[in-house]
């Protein structure tokens, strides 16, 4: 038995089939490469790595060297790169426009500790480092030419990340990529037939009330799984004040954060022990036409099964736990962890 499901806002939709988790699997989780003398991220190599664009580190330390507690460092090998040209300009060809691959690309070391993952990150620490992502999304997101920026962490081996150091990535994009432009359309198309309300917050307000899908709830987030997760185990993290990015967070959702993040990424590790997951959250520059309409978010994507030629072929992702399970297994997650959690509203 199986359910289509519609993500009212993106219009994407998923298939959830809990039969699908009996398969039997053949194949077996890699286990994740880890060396502290070979890795560019540990405290003393801070040389093998661009200068670093900003870091947290006792007044007197110099930079680049060691002492910090967080550090944001252009990636050597970037995804888009400012040095490849001018930000605008398409070249049309027969075969298809093309335009120089500029843009930015940071990554943000969460903690000099090597094998310390987000989860287990104090509140403190895991403050220092959303402080470090918003300064950081700050002054990328009022870069002449960029457009938006996608934040992310991939962690585990089926993640797409290569070094197991905690690391954010932010990469800076001269247009708005394909996923954020079905948001802000499915916002403006909800908002068109709901009296300009916001699609999110309208989504957020009806799994509060109807609680199968509901993580937590505190004052200033609501955590979900959403109706039409594509991946198993997936988990909103919605701030209740609509703003266009993480970088416009007051201190004080930032503080809330730095509690709640780590609680639903050790809840992760719970329900699924060693986890796969890619953390991810989009943002546009405040203040552009489009910009108005879209309301940030966390959306964490455990990575627990690989696309089959049927999801890669028809473009629909099949997901073997319900967002309804995913979510009573969080709640006891969370309740067996009791730990540094903002209280329910
Ligand atoms: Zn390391
Ligand atoms: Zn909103």
Not at 6 to 15: C, E, F, L, T, Y
Not at 124 to 146: C, H, K, P, S, Y
Not at 148 to 176: D, K, M, R, W, Y
Request: aromatic share 6%; with cysteine.
């Amino acid at each position: 038995m199986s359910d289509f499901r519609q993500d009212p806002i993106s219009g994407r939709w998923a298939i959830v089939a809990e039969s699908r988790s009996a398969r039997p699997t053949e194949y077996p989780v890699r286990p994740p490469s880890s060396s502290i003398e070979n890795c560019p991220f540990c405290e003393g190599h801070e040389s093998w790595t661009p200068a670093e664009v900003g870091a947290a580190r006792p007044a007197g330390l110099p930079a680049n060297g060691p002492g910090w507690r967080v550090r944001a460092i252009p990636n050597k090998f970037p995804t888009l790169s400012a040095d490849a040209g001018a930000a605008r300009g398409a070249t049309e060809n027969p075969e298809g426009p093309i335009r120089p691959g500029w843009g930015f690309h940071e990554v943000i070391i969460a903690t000099p500790e090597h094998s310390t993952p987000l989860a287990k990150l104090t509140p403190e620490a895991a403050g220092r480092l959303l402080r470090m992502v918003r300064e950081r999304l700050r002054v990328l997101l009022t870069t002449n030419g960029v457009e938006a920026c996608v934040t992310f962490e991939n962690s585990g081996p089926e993640s797409g990340g290569t070094l197991l150091h905690p690391h954010l990535q932010i990469v800076a994009l001269p247009e708005i990529p394909p996923l954020l432009r079905e948001e802000v359309d499915g916002l403006a198309r909800f908002a068109r037939a709901h009296e300009g309300r916001c699609g999110y917050e309208s989504i957020a307000s009806a799994e509060r009330v109807d609680r199968s899908r509901m993580v937590r709830d505190s004052d200033d987030f609501t955590v979900f799984a959403p109706f039409a997760s594509e991946h198993p185990f997936e988990v909103r993290i919605h701030p209740r004040r609509h703003e266009s990015s993480f970088a416009q967070a007051t201190d004080r959702e930032l503080d809330e954060l730095a509690s709640l993040l780590p609680a639903v990424l050790g809840a992760l590790d719970d329900v699924a022990p060693g986890a796969s997951y890619n953390l991810v959250s989009r943002a546009l520059p405040a203040g552009r036409p489009r910009a108005e309409e879209y309301h940030w978010h966390l959306d964490l994507l455990p990575r627990l099964v690989r696309a089959d030629g049927f999801e890669v072929g028809g473009g629909i992702s099949v997901n073997p736990v319900s967002p309804e399970s995913a979510a009573e297994q969080f709640r006891a997650a969370l309740e067996r962890s009791g730990g540094p959690i903002p209280a329910a509203r």
